[in-house]
Structure formats: C-alpha cells, structure tokens
C-alpha cells in the first residue's frame, strides 16, 4: 500500500514562501497511472484543494491560490513539493498530499499523508 | 465557480440511519466522493464515484447521487462514525469540497 508523508518547516513568516515535501513510498510518483496532490484545512475549518501534479510536470492548480502557487515533481527522489509564495495568516493550516484514486481527472483521493502543520506568524 | 452545500452538522441515535447531504448545481451528473474525518487524523474516503465502497469499509456506508443532490447514508450507526464528513467533485476549475458535515452520535 502506498504511503505519503509531509516534511517541511512548521513555522514560516509572512510575506515569505512556505515549501512543503510529500516522499512517497511502496510506491512511484513516476506512474502513469496517478496524479498527485495538495490540499489543505485551515485549523477548524473545512478542506481546500490546492493543486495536482502528473509524473511529466504537468500541474493544474485552484483559481484562488493560482498566482502564488507551484508544485513540483522530483522522480529521482521519488517526491512532488509545493511552493506557495507571499504568505499570510489566512495560509496558516494543516497542509496534506494525497494520491488520486486513479487517471481520470474526477476520481477521489486515495490515500492521503497525515498532514503537517504550517503557521504563519512573525 | 461551483459549489458544494452540506449541512453543517446532523446528530443520530447509535442503531438508526444518517444522511448527509450534499448540494450542487446538477451535481447528478458529477461524480461525487465522501470522505471521513477523524479529530486530529487525514480523512478517509468512504464512498467514491457516487456508491462505490473502498475495501475495508463497511456496507453501512453508501452514497445516492440524482439531481442537485448526492448524499452519504450510515445505517446501524455506530459510536465510531462520530467524525466530519465531506463531500467533493472534480469541476473544470478542479477539484471542490463541500463545507463538511459533523456527524454527532447521540
């Protein structure tokens, strides 16, 4: 069973740039099988989609967050990474990577990491 | 863009029956996943392309999805079904969660 697991810092200041990796094992990001993914909650709020990637590079990313946002894939490690630059408070969240459930662009997530922490504060 | 609509919060006796909602504009036509969330843990899909279930995951989850509504059905609940539940769909703008529903077990 595929596993995925966040790292990165759990503290960032504002207006500076959060990066995140998720290291996927049991498994390959470079499948054409499967896209990955970010998505993140806000500490008692409700789950936002941040972006997905294709083992080529190819990214789609949410409207909302497009300007500030880049994910990456790195096959060799075996990674993808987010970017998300010009943070503020609002970007304080549990941030998680997950798996699509399978190629096609509707399917489900499955499975996810268990998620890390990041806040925004100076 | 589109948006998903739950309620916020639905409270069932342990044995009896919990429908969630989920609303969206012509949503029947979308395929809609239901996933499961702990406190403190990632969330857990439950039912996904409508009233598919995961293995592992027991037959009292099933989902329905017609019109503008899709909904997750818990039957026989069970103490340990007390979570927050979401829905989501993939649109052309991408992927869209529901606001989330808490599953209360009285």
Do not use: M
Not at chain 1, 24 to 33: E, F
Not at chain 2, 41 to 60: C, F, K, L, M, T
């Amino acid at each position: 069973q595929v596993q995925l697991q966040e790292s990165g810092p759990g503290l960032v200041k504002p207006s500076e740039t959060l990066s995140l990796t998720c290291s996927v094992s049991r498994g390959s990001v470079y499948s054409s099988s499967y896209y990955w993914a970010w998505i993140r909650q806000p500490p008692g709020k409700g789950l936002e989609w941040i972006g997905t990637i294709y083992y080529t590079g190819s990214a789609s990313y949410n409207p909302s967050l497009r300007s500030r946002v880049t994910i990456s894939v790195d096959t060799s490690k075996n990674q993808f990474s987010l970017n998300l630059r010009s943070v503020t408070a609002a970007d304080t969240a549990v941030y998680y990577c997950a798996r699509r459930g399978t190629i096609a662009p509707q399917s489900w997530f499955d499975p996810w990491g268990q998620g890390t922490l990041v806040t925004v504060s100076s | 863009s589109y948006v998903l609509t739950q309620p916020p919060s639905v409270s069932v006796a342990p044995g009896q029956t919990a429908r969630i909602t989920c609303g969206g504009s012509n949503i029947g036509r979308k395929s809609v996943h239901w996933y499961q969330q702990r406190p403190g843990q990632a969330p857990v899909v439950v039912v996904y392309d409508d009233n598919d279930r995961p293995s592992g995951i027991p037959e009292r989850f099933s989902g329905s999805n017609s019109g503008n509504t899709a909904t997750l059905t818990i039957s026989r609940v069970e103490a340990g079904d007390e979570a927050d539940y979401y829905c989501q769909v993939w649109d052309n703008s991408g992927d869209i969660f529901g606001g989330g529903t808490k599953l209360t077990v009285l």
